[in-house]
């Protein structure tokens, strides 16, 4: 399984940025995906996650309304868009796949990582 994140970079406060996640072509299209985060000195977090079939969305409490997670799978991607941007928002970004299909909050139900894209929003 391999996931390529990509699309990170610097933003003001109030913009918007979207990340990018390829996966292999074996993958995801049966799974669920998911978005966590880390900031500098801070435990990995969930931000967002999506069904196999895009059908199902969640969101953590600190992003809802402001990021929106989706997938194509026909070009085995997934991505997440991220408006009005904050500068709590600062994190390296990485995607992971769900050894289901549905979506899921718990980093235990992810045993497949990318490598991270960072994110670095200015005030």
């Known amino acids: 399984v391999q996931l390529q994140a990509s699309g990170g970079g610097l933003v003001q406060a109030g913009g918007s940025l979207r990340i990018s996640c390829a996966t292999s072509?074996?993958?995801?299209?049966?799974?669920?995906m998911g978005w966590f985060r880390q900031a500098a000195g801070k435990e990995r977090e969930f931000v967002a996650a999506?069904?196999?079939?895009?059908?199902?969305?969640l969101y953590a409490d600190s992003v809802k309304g402001r990021f929106t997670m989706s997938r194509d799978n026909a070009k085995n991607l997934v991505y997440l868009q991220m408006n009005s941007l904050k500068p709590e928002d600062t994190a390296v970004y990485y995607c992971?796949?769900?050894?289901?299909?549905?979506?899921?909050?718990?980093?235990?139900?992810?045993?497949?990582w990318g490598q991270g894209t960072l994110v670095t929003v200015s005030s």
């Open positions: 072509r074996r993958t995801s299209s049966n799974n669920g």
């Open positions: 999506i069904s196999w079939n895009g059908a199902n969305t």
């Open positions: 992971a796949q769900n050894r289901g299909a549905g979506a899921a909050t718990m980093r235990g139900s992810y045993p497949y």
